[in-house]
C-alpha cells in the first residue's frame, strides 16, 4: 500500500512537471492594488506562474507604477499600468482615500475592459484575471464581462476567514464586545477585540470594510471558488480548510527565491523599490556581531505617531544595543529622527536609514530582532528568514498577524499599551530583552523562528507544498486539464 502511494505520488509530480512547455495558449492578467502590500507579492506570484510556463500582463495604476524604480525584465512578463486619475498626484489625507479609491476603480474598471476585448478580438484573449486584495471590483468586472476570475489573498488566510465570519453572521457580536471578550471562530485561535482587524469597527461605509464584504459576497457567490493566498499548508493548515465550497491553495511565501533556497541568484529583487538610500547599511551590518541588531520598520506607509516614535527611541537607548532603524521622511519632506529628544544617544548605538532592501537586511546574520508593524509582508519575510519579531501592531490586519505570531507561531512577543493607549519606552525594551535575552521563553522563540524559516523554505521547494499547489491550480484552471 505504501509502495503504491508513493508511486502513485511521484508519477503525480512528473506529470505536473510537464506543464512548465505549456505556455503558448496560457495568457492570464494580474491586477493590483497600488500599495506595495499588494504590489510585491504579486510581482513575485507573476514570476512563479512565468516559472511554470505562464504568459503573465500584470496591470496596476499610474499611482504605483510611476515609483517602480527596479522594472523586472523576464520573458513572458509584460506590463499594461493605466491612469487612476491622480496618477501620483493625490495628496489628500489618509480620511480622503476613498477618493483615490472611487477614482481608482472608475478608470480601472474601463481600462481592464477595454484591454480584455482587444486581446479577444487579436484572437488571443486572457486565460484568466487573477486580482488582489482591495480590487473586489475587478473579481465583479469579471463576472460580468464573462471572463474566469481568481482571488489572489495577500494577507494570512486566518484574516480571510475573520471577514468571512463577520459578515456571515457574527458582525454584531464582533463589534459590541467587550475589551475582555473572547471569541471561538473555526480554524482560528482564540481572539479578544485586539485581535481582530481595526476595519471591522470602523463605520459601515468605511471604503475598506465594503471592499471586504465583496470579497466575501464573491466568493459566496459560486460553489467551488479557487482562492490562492500568500501562506504555506504548515503555517495555517486549518484556516485553509473552513471556508465551506472554497478551495484555498497556500502558495507561499512569496518572496524571492533567492532568499528561500539561495539557488536563483537572478531572482532578488521583488521588482518594486519604492526609494533608495544612499546609506552603505550593509556595510555596517557587516561590522557588528552575530545576532547583536535590533532591526526596527514599519512599513512603506505606515505614518508613526510622534509619540509612539519617541518611545520608540527611550526605549533602544535604554536597551543599549546596535539598531538598524528605518525612518522615511514626512509628506512634507520632516525628518522625524531630527524631532528625537534622544538623537544623540541614539547616533551613538546605531543607524538610521531612509530605506533599506528589507529581505537583503533580515536575511543578515547580525540581525538579532525585528521590530515591526506586523504588515503581511514583513511578518513572511521575517518568519521565512528566521528573525524573533517584536510585534507593534497599529491597524487593520496587524493586529490579527501580531496575534498569530505571538500567539500561535510563538516566534515573538507583542508589545503591550497602557490604559491610556500609550505603548511606554519601558514596555519596548522589555520585550526587546525578553526577544533577545538569555532566558528560557528568548530561547524557545528563537528556536521557534528556526522551526518556521525551514518549513518555510520547505514550502517553496520545488516538491514543497506551496510549490504543488501552484502547480495543481495551474493545471486544473488555467490548463484546464
Known sequence: MIFMF???????????????????DCHVLVVSFTGQGNL????????????????????TSLTAFNRISNLPTIQGLTFAPFSDGYDGNFKGPMNRIHEFNTSLRTHGTEFVTNLVEDRAKQGCPFKRIIY???TAWIGLLAKKINVPSTFLW???????????????GYEDSIKNCSKDQSFELPGLPLLSRRDFPSILFNDSNDWTLLAMKEHVELLK???NQKVLVNTFDALEFDALNVIE??????IGPLIPSAFLDGNDSSDTSFGVDMRRSSDNYMNWLDSKAKESVIYIAFGSYSQIPNQLMEEIAHGLVLCKRPFLWIIREGANGE???EKLSCKEELEELGKTVDWCSQVEVLQHPSLACFLTHCGWNSSMESLASGVPVVACPLWIDQLSNAKLIQDVWKTGVRVNANDEGVIERNEFARCIEIVVGDGKKGEEIRKNAKKWRDLAKDAMKENGSSNVNLKAYVNEILLGE
Not at 508513493?6 to 505556455?23: G, P
Not at 507579492?41 to 496591470?59: A, E, H, M, R
Not at 495577500?154 to 456571515?168: D, R, T
Open 221 to 223: 457567490s459560486e460553489t
Open 132 to 134: 488582489t486584495t482591495l
Open 6 to 24: 508513493v508511486l502513485f505520488h511521484s508519477i503525480i509530480l512528473i506529470y505536473l512537471e510537464k506543464m512548465a512547455s505549456l505556455n503558448d
Open 335 to 337: 525628518k522625524p529622527f
Open 245 to 250: 465550497n472554497v478551495t484555498i491553495f497556500g
Open 154 to 168: 495577500i494577507q494570512p488566510a486566518s484574516v480571510l476567514n475573520i471577514y468571512y465570519y463577520f459578515f456571515n
Open 40 to 59: 510585491n507579492p504579486c510581482i513575485q506570484f507573476s514570476k512563479n506562474l512565468i516559472k511554470l510556463g505562464v504568459n503573465v500582463t500584470f496591470s
